[in-house]
């Protein structure tokens, strides 16, 4: 580079940057670095230094954080952009992504509808629609239609999950391959999640006519939140953290 062009560079690269200049601008220095851009046309979110790469779970629970808070709803858009086409390739055909790891884990698609509910709650319900609702429905009929490998709608409206033999949820620290917790059957965040998405597309697709499915989703939530009570809530009055026959987790966690 021609020294004579250090100056103007320097001066355009201080317009593009945050000033560290106050706590918001720090934290908005911090969400900008976990932005990964391989490709021009895709965009991720790394799930941490040094070692993480794209992980699906991590992907989603950061991504309004990372986006929304900081007012960058585009950014959100592209990364959502990158996700969608990952997640319905393993739903149609159970293709795995190149970037984004542990895609096939259940929660999964459970947190890419409750980061699509912040949206919604940031930049408007029928944009939120525009752009995700058909998405959003693909999910709910995935799942309501007993299609994932490791998750099953049981009729007492509660999703059943294999974790004895891998690790599944955010608990994920493995010995020889296997889970140190092996948290399986019925798991409170998953169903919590299951919950909280019927009640969203529901009323997400009611704004947008289709009163029908609106309520076939809210008479499936009815079903699974009272199971979910019954489950879930111990005689102490806090949430058992997985529920498998006649094994009941005590743990409290912070899921």
Not at 7 to 23: C, G, I
Not at 137 to 157: A, C, S, T, W
Request: with cysteine; hydrophobic share 40%; charged share 25%.
């Amino acid at each position: 580079v021609a020294t004579t062009r250090l100056k103007a560079l320097y001066e355009n690269e201080v317009v593009a940057r945050t000033p560290r200049t106050s706590f918001f601008n720090c934290l908005k220095n911090s969400a900008q670095q976990f932005y990964f851009r391989p490709k021009e046309d895709d965009a991720y979110l790394l799930a941490g230094y040094p070692w993480f790469k794209v992980r699906a779970r991590d992907l989603f629970v950061a991504l309004p954080g990372s986006t929304l808070s900081i007012d960058d709803p585009v950014r959100f858009e592209k990364i959502m952009h990158t996700a969608m086409p990952a997640m319905r390739a393993y739903m149609e055909n159970g293709r795995f992504d190149a970037v984004i790891r542990e895609i096939e884990h259940p929660d999964v698609f459970l947190w890419a509808i409750w980061a699509i509910q912040q949206y919604a709650k940031h930049e408007g319900v029928e944009k939120a629609r525009e752009l995700y609702g058909d998405f959003v429905k693909e999910v709910i009929d995935y799942i309501r239609d007993q299609k994932h490998p490791d998750m099953k709608l049981m009729e007492n409206g509660l999703l059943f999950a294999n974790g004895k033999d891998k690790a599944i949820t955010w608990m994920n620290s493995t010995v020889n391959g296997h889970p140190v917790i092996p948290r399986t059957g019925y798991i409170v965040e998953f169903n919590a999640l299951w919950y909280n998405a019927l009640r969203f597309v529901a009323d997400l697709v009611r704004e947008g006519g289709d009163v029908i499915l609106a309520d076939e989703l809210d008479a499936q939530a009815e079903v699974t939140g009272k199971s979910f009570v019954e489950v879930f809530r111990n005689e102490y009055g806090y949430l058992l953290d997985y529920v498998d026959g006649n094994m009941m987790d005590w743990s409290v966690r912070p899921n």
